[in-house]
């Protein structure tokens, strides 16, 4: 006989859009407790392939989805069971999917990931020689033309960018000079450096008007 937390997965993959709102919101909620992440992970073979299929869905599903999957990735366990999922391959195509309302949601996710080792090395694409720096050129990318503005979805990814900074693989690619990266990723600075600089002297002027 299956258990309740077994019934409750089960409905994750329902057919009715209630139902299954109504199911990730409490898994979603699981995931905020001690308790709640060490029942999961006994199902984690269930429950990660379950809601990383919820994150194409509609906003009021894929947001609860992306949010659990965040909080159960902060266990180094999970992460892993992640990694070998394909999870960094799901999020990295939902990322640029046009119109997403959970792309800071992916980018934290991929914070957590990418502190494994092979979370890194699954970023970086190692092994894909047609693919490999290809998540890493669109991330740098995305945090270069980001904003100073405290809602915008890339500014985390620097955060993955230390990470991947942390393996030689990475270090090589970001300094690979064909690529660019890391000048890209200077001048994003000195920009904002500028700018930061402007804003601090036109409020000083104000002030003192």
């Known amino acids: ?64 989805a992306a949010e659990a999957l965040v909080n159960l990735s902060q266990n180094a366990g999970l992460a892993a069971k992640m990694v070998e999922m394909g999870m960094i391959k799901i999020a990295m195509d939902l990322l640029y999917k046009p119109g997403s309302s959970i792309t800071r949601l992916l980018v934290m996710l991929l914070v957590n990931i990418t502190q494994l080792n092979d979370g890194v090395s699954s970023s970086l694409q190692i092994g894909d020689d047609k693919m490999q720096g290809l998540y890493v050129m669109k991330l740098v990318r ?12 890339f500014d985390h990814v620097g955060s993955i960018l230390m990470n991947i900074s942390k393996k030689e693989e990475g270090r090589k690619m970001l300094l690979d000079p064909k690529r660019s990266l890391l000048k890209q990723i200077i001048r994003h600075f000195f920009c904002q450096l500028v700018h930061g600089s402007s804003e601090t002297e036109e409020s000083s002027t104000n002030t003192s008007k």
């Open 142 to 153: 995305s945090f270069c033309r980001s904003s100073e503005t405290s809602d915008d979805p």
């Open 1 to 64: 006989m299956a258990t309740e937390l077994e019934e409750l997965l089960g409905f994750l993959t329902a057919p009715s859009p209630p139902v299954k709102k109504a199911a990730v919101d409490i898994v979603r909620g699981l995931t905020g407790s001690e308790d709640g992440l060490h029942s999961l992970s006994n199902y984690a073979s269930s429950v990660l392939p379950s809601l990383s299929r919820l994150l194409a869905d509609d906003k009021e599903v894929s947001e609860p």
